[in-house]
């Protein structure tokens, strides 16, 4: 199984400032193979990023993300306030199929 | 516009079976670039992929080890959804339960989810 850490468990930042959010595979993955979402309280995970690098649709350019092998970021260039949310990244292949990391908090400082 | 709406009872006794359904607008269970997956989320195991239905020429299914031999999904195309079935479920299961749609590697549409609970 790959399993995917995600650091920091919780980020305390404030608008306008920038966001870094790491996730970490156990064996190296493929890049097309990596995504990210966001969750807000009591919402379903939104697609933002795929292929580690790829917004999905709608998603502000403000959100990028990057990486290769074994560690991948996710950054927020500057955070609007209704980007405080829970961010999770995910990975395909292997066994089970899919595999999420444990999630970054970033709230409000 | 994808649409997946999930419907199907929150409360269950330890042994009983799970049983939820995921109605699809805007698309088709037998699309033949896409998946159809169940996947849940609890504090304690974080969110989790269950399995998946899909047709390429015929109908797969695939599931996680961890509840393999209890999960059955089954798509319906008369009426375009898909279910979950989780046999001899524990307060383990307890979760939240989404259905979403996967184009290979990853999740862009996603059910609203039903928090299931499983309590004697």
């Known amino acids: 199984e790959i399993v995917l850490t995600q650091s920091p468990g919780t980020l305390s930042l404030s608008p306008g400032e920038r966001a870094t959010l790491s996730c970490r595979a156990s064996?190296?993955?493929?890049?097309?193979?990596l995504a990210w979402y966001q969750q807000k309280r009591g919402q379903a995970p939104t697609l933002l990023i795929y292929?580690?690098?790829s917004r999905a649709t709608g998603i502000p350019d403000r959100f990028s993300g990057s990486g290769s092998e074994t560690d991948f970021t996710l950054t927020i260039s500057r955070l609007e306030p209704e980007d405080f949310a829970v961010y999770f990244c995910?990975?395909?292949?292997?066994?089970?199929?899919?595999?999420f990391g444990q999630g970054t908090k970033l709230e409000t400082k | 516009q994808v649409q997946l709406q999930q419907s199907g009872p929150g409360l269950l006794k330890p042994s009983q079976t799970l049983s939820l359904t995921c109605a699809i607008s805007?698309?088709?269970?037998?699309?033949?670039?896409?998946?159809w997956n169940w996947i849940r989320q609890s504090p304690s195991r974080g969110l989790e992929w269950l399995g998946r239905?899909?047709?390429?020429?015929?109908?797969?299914?695939e599931s996680a080890i961890s509840v393999r031999g209890r999960i059955t999904i089954i798509p319906d195309t008369s009426k375009n959804q898909f279910s979950l079935q989780l046999n001899s479920v524990t307060p383990e299961d307890t979760a939240v339960y989404y259905c979403?749609?996967?184009?290979?590697?990853?999740?862009?549409?996603w059910g609203q989810g039903t928090l299931v609970t499983v309590s004697s």
């Open positions: 979403a749609r996967a184009q290979v590697e990853n999740f862009d549409y």
């Open positions: 239905t899909h047709f390429k020429s015929k109908w797969y299914s």
């Open positions: 292929g580690t690098s």
């Open positions: 805007g698309d088709s269970v037998s699309s033949q670039s896409a998946t």
């Open positions: 995910q990975q395909y292949g292997g066994s089970p199929l899919y595999t």
């Open positions: 064996q190296s993955i493929d890049t097309i193979d």
